[in-house]
């Protein structure tokens, strides 16, 4: 799952395995989450979102799962491919009106 | 429809010393957030302009300043740069106020020695 700080969470998975990117986020009146996808020497790519009042939403072989009860946000990636290797980042926007970060997971996708 | 494009692409300055970065929305976007990313703070918020009104501000110190002009564009400066100041500073837009959904450039690489 994703911490603040300096170290960066990896997950390492074998390509056409699903993955999962948890990410606990912090404010429990955040409204609105998000997924990013950063590959090197990018900007973050948006992937998928989802309001508060909606526990699951499904895109292009993406799904986002939200728990609330336990602020609880995770990205699932179905058929896991070598493009998909990059770091991931969930934001929540909560009363402050900005996104705020999460401190990103790197993916790395194996043969 | 043509990305948010940010200019430029690396700057290299010393202590002391200011910059000013670019950032050219997508078309029709008329908010445009500043983030800051370092590998060991990962993505700060800077602030965000709508309609050439700052919104909200992160936690930076005086020195980091914005501007959003009537175009949309935005401009960031930072004066007297410290080393601590290297990092990534991304641009992002969106097409309304409520700040989500950003779409982000590629960023400009500064590095400050």
Known sequence: GESVGLHLPTLSVQEGDNSIINCAYSNS???????????????PQFIIDIRSNMDK????????????????????IAA?????????????????????FGAGTQVVVTP | KAGVTQTPRYLIKT????????????????????YQQTPGQGLQFLFEYFSETQ????????????????????????????????????????????????????GTQLSVL
């Open chain 2, 15 to 34: 202590r002391g010393q200011q910059v000013t970065l670019s950032c050219s929305p997508i078309s029709g976007h008329r908010s445009v957030s500043w």
């Open chain 1, 80 to 100: 896991t491919q070598p493009g998909d290797s990059a770091v991931y980042f969930c934001a929540e926007k909560g009363s402050w009106g900005k996104l705020q």
């Open chain 2, 55 to 106: 919104r909200n501000k992160g936690n930076f110190p005086g020195r980091f300043s914005g501007r959003q002009f009537s175009n949309s564009r935005s401009e960031m400066n930072v004066s007297t740069l410290e080393l601590g100041d290297s990092a990534l500073y991304l641009c992002a837009s969106s097409e309304a106020a409520e700040n989500e959904k950003l779409f982000f450039g590629s």
């Open chain 1, 29 to 43: 009146a955040s409204d609105y989450f998000i997924w990013y996808k950063q590959e090197s020497g990018k900007g």
């Open chain 1, 57 to 76: 939403r499904q895109g292009q072989r993406v799904t986002v799962l939200l728990n609330k009860t336990v602020k609880h946000l995770s990205l699932q």
